[in-house]
């Protein structure tokens, strides 16, 4: 079986391809083993492929967490130049995130036309593809709970709690000046990729991501993919070097 997994800055994503259905499981990175839930399953793993933008630190944890489990090679999967029609627009390929592209890799066997892909991870990124394949560029802002968690930190006197409200009337506490702010912001960005959508004559939009929910639920109308990065890493395994 092949083993892929996604580990972000928050969360770790895995999928455990062999079964007639994947098997797959979500944890926090800071969990003691975000890996727990393959306990069964080491023994009959193949291959073990990842897509990260952790830190090194997270990532070296990743690491021993792995050996200590199996002695399968770990293989860390990168963005490319280039991959099955789809062309890269960073002239240094090494400074994109590998979670930008292996989503843009999924969008682009999805499809095979124009697209983009809005990811509400940690940071919220966004990515548009022209028709012929070639990556227009994208925007990288900070996530809900990036935002969030910066006002908590950095201005430790405003005090308020979380909510979940999905409102963007203007706040009569600091809690519903806060949240409520944060959607504001939200809906700010779902309406600047709308219209970037007309502008650059994309045809389809994906959503992914663990924010995804609460951002499609502020009118972006786009298609909701659950695991699009793991979607474009299993291309990579079943396609192996071949570009």
């Not at 969360?11 to 259905?21: D, Q, S």
């Not at 600091?174 to 990729?193: F, K, Y």
């Amino acid at each position: 079986m092949i083993l892929l997994i996604d580990a972000g800055n928050t969360r770790l994503k895995w999928r455990l391809m062999g079964h007639e259905r994947p098997l797959e499981g979500l944890a926090n990175m800071a969990e003691p083993d975000p890996l727990i839930g393959l306990a069964a399953y080491w023994s009959t793993i193949e291959r073990i492929l990842v897509s990260t933008v952790a830190s090194d630190e997270a990532r070296q944890r990743l690491d021993r967490l792995l050996q200590a489990r199996t002695d399968v090679p770990v293989q860390y999967y990168w963005s490319e130049h280039h991959r099955d029609g789809l062309f890269n627009s960073y002239q240094d390929v090494s400074r994109m995130g590998a979670d930008r592209w292996h989503a843009m890799l999924a969008g682009w066997r999805r499809c095979g036309d124009s697209f983009a892909v809005v990811d509400a991870g940690s940071a919220i990124t966004v990515d548009y593809v022209s028709g012929e394949g070639r990556h227009l560029g994208g925007y990288i802002i900070p996530g809900l709970q990036m935002m969030r968690r910066s006002l908590k930190i950095d201005a430790a006197r405003i005090g308020f709690e979380h909510s979940e409200a999905m409102t963007i009337a203007p706040g009569q506490s600091t809690a519903e000046c806060v949240n409520h702010g944060l959607v504001w912001l939200t809906e700010a960005v779902v309406w600047r990729v709308r219209q970037d959508l007309e502008l650059h004559r994309l045809n389809t939009l994906f959503l992914t991501g663990g924010d995804a929910g609460r951002i499609n639920a502020l009118g972006l109308n786009a298609c909701v993919v659950d695991g699009l990065v793991l979607e474009g890493l299993e291309r990579i395994a079943l396609t192996g070097c071949h570009k």
